[in-house]
């Protein structure tokens, strides 16, 4: 079985980075030991969601510095960093030090907009009235242009330092981390404004339906917006998809629930933007790949990214990540590096 029009050349997994609210370790500590299984099988990249007033990954920069000093090939990711809470300065310190330590291995996801729980968060991140304050992409552009390494000032500033007269620019400078920001776009207008300022496009499994209630029509559309408008940025696609090959009788019976419980968000747009779901593809490897090969989206694409469930447990993310990079990942084009050698 092959699908003839597809050649993923890169795939990468994203997982939630779940943990019991009383011990908030075992969690994080799994999801560590996920990028590392992921890296042992072969994965090109390893994403992290950053959820806050959960209980998940609150901050992506702090979770990935430690994960840089576990793992030492696989790319690592955040997908995504909600911009408005953040400042674009600080922020660019943090990921720039993240790379560093993971000698050029960062990809940062980021999207702008209002962010989530606004009322409860932003009178504790922001000073005086936070309700006009900018959510715009003018802060993804802050943030893109701090880590440029362009000095401060002109070519006479210089600051004091222990080590005497220096040049001002954010430090650490991460070269190459610039053309490594992606952006979570959803919409035709965020699709071609990350195209036009060179970011890398990250679409998934929700986007918002405009002249059509087709996903699919919808995501081909954004990814073409993407691409007229920009200078051969990356594109990675990200899908919901959970083998059971190797699963027991009641795990499948439970991956199976789970998607049948979400089946019905995928019958027509949702609330007043008109949200289109995708599908969770749920199954046996022939059955998995029977719903690839027939997604118009992938033949567009060169990368794919693994979306994990949130409800899951820890020796379940292993499974559904083993079945997929041995049953379903070389029969989409993929090919492992042959430096890596195969997880148990």
């Known amino acids: 079985m092959s699908g003839r029009n597809i050649s993923i050349s890169h795939i990468g997994f994203l997982t939630p980075g779940n943990y019991p609210d009383d011990d908030p370790l075992s969690g994080l500590e799994q999801t560590l030991q996920q990028l590392q299984y992921g890296e042992a099988l072969g994965f090109d990249s ?10 998940g990954i609150s901050s992506a920069s702090a979770f990935l510095a430690a994960a840089t000093q576990r793992t030492s090939r696989i790319e690592l990711g955040t997908a995504v960093i909600p911009i408005g809470y953040e400042s674009p300065y ?9 790379d560093v330590l993971a000698r050029g291995r960062l990809n940062i996801g980021v999207s702008a907009g209002r962010p989530l729980h606004a009322e409860l968060i932003a009178p504790r991140v922001f000073d005086g009235d ?15 242009d701090n880590l440029r390494g362009t000095y401060l000032g002109d070519e006479q500033t210089f600051i004091r330092t222990p080590f005497g ?8 400078y991460a070269k190459g981390l610039i053309d490594r920001i992606w952006y979570g776009g959803g919409s035709q207008r965020s699709a071609g404004w990350a195209g036009r300022n060179g970011f890398n496009l990250l679409t998934g499994n929700v986007i918002t339906g405009e002249g059509t209630d087709d996903f699919f029509v919808a995501q081909s559309r954004l990814i073409e917006t993407h691409r007229a408008a920009g200078t051969g940025r990356r594109v990675a696609l990200g899908r919901v998809i959970v083998p059971f090959d190797s699963a027991d009788k009641a795990t499948r019976r439970r991956y199976r629930d ?4 979400r089946h019905g968000r995928t019958l027509s747009p949702q609330g007043e933007r008109r ?5 969770d593809v749920v199954g046996t490897a022939d059955e998995i790949l029977a719903q690839l090969f027939a997604d118009p989206i992938l033949p567009e694409v060169g990368e794919l990214r693994l979306e ?7 020796e379940e993310y292993r499974q559904i990540l083993h079945d997929f990079v041995t049953s379903i990942a070389p029969e989409l084009g993929w090919k492992a590096q042959p430096q890596i050698r195969a997880a148990s």
């Open 258 to 261: 789970y998607a049948e419980g």
């Open 275 to 279: 949200t289109l779901f995708a599908r």
């Open 308 to 314: 994990l469930p949130y409800e899951f447990e820890h």
């Open 90 to 98: 600080r922020l660019a310190e943090d990921l720039a030090t993240v």
């Open 165 to 172: 007269p220096q040049r001002p620019r954010l430090q650490p």
């Open 46 to 55: 390893a994403w992290v969601r950053q959820r806050h007033l959960e209980p």
């Open 130 to 144: 936070w309700t006009g304050y900018d959510f715009s992409h003018d802060r993804v552009l802050r943030f893109a």
